[in-house]
């Protein structure tokens, strides 16, 4: 009896593990390649112009500042022979206070485009999320994997293609 209940557990054991190998060998998987999906969809380029837009004034006007300093720097060096040491002295003085106003400016327009791209990255990755959703459920996808976590896959699993074309046509 003992026996026959442990030949018995054994079988079911067996059979359990072989139709879950049989499930999972139909199952259906996907890769994509989001480093490509970004490179290449439209809302990218678009974003960008966005962004340069949102922050051209600051841009410009860090660029002014700079070009500035440039000049206060070629009138010292320039007129340093003919001007009186309160001249120097003011003109050090205003130079350094220029200088430490766009390092200031520069700061903070480089921390607020990083937050700003970080925002528009965000919804953009939320966009490409659901493109794939709708790709892996049209094509009948179980399964789908970030490219740089595979070791291997065959070309025909890549959904990179459909995901940009889903981007291109419905976002």
């Known amino acids: 009896m003992k026996t026959?209940?442990?030949t018995t557990a054994t079988a079911i054991a067996l059979?359990?593990?072989?139709?879950?190998?049989?499930?999972?060998?139909?199952?259906?998987?996907?890769v994509v390649d989001m480093?490509?999906?970004f490179q290449q969809i439209p809302q990218r380029e678009q974003i960008s112009q966005q962004l340069q837009s949102e922050f051209?004034?600051?841009?410009?006007?860090?660029r002014q500042m700079e070009q500035k300093v440039q000049e206060l720097r070629q009138k010292q060096e320039r007129d340093a022979?003919?001007?009186s040491e309160a001249e120097k002295t003011q003109l050090k003085r205003e130079l350094e206070q220029l200088m430490s106003e766009a390092q200031l400016k520069n700061?903070?327009?480089?921390?607020?485009?990083?937050?700003?791209?970080?925002e528009e990255r965000n919804q953009l990755m939320g966009k490409v999320s659901q493109a794939i959703d709708v790709v892996a459920e049209e094509e009948g996808y179980d399964?789908?994997?970030e490219s740089n976590s595979v070791v291997f896959m065959k070309a025909n699993n890549d959904l990179s293609d459909e995901v940009v074309a889903e981007?291109?046509?419905?976002?």
């Open 4 to 6: 026959l209940l442990k």
């Open 15 to 30: 059979s359990t593990t072989l139709f879950a190998g049989a499930a999972q060998a139909q199952q259906k998987i996907g």
């Open 35 to 37: 480093m490509s999906v």
């Open 56 to 62: 051209q004034e600051r841009f410009d006007e860090l």
């Open 81 to 83: 022979s003919i001007m």
């Open 107 to 118: 700061k903070a327009l480089q921390e607020d485009t990083r937050r700003r791209q970080q």
């Open 143 to 145: 399964l789908v994997l």
């Open 167 to 171: 981007m291109s046509s419905g976002n």
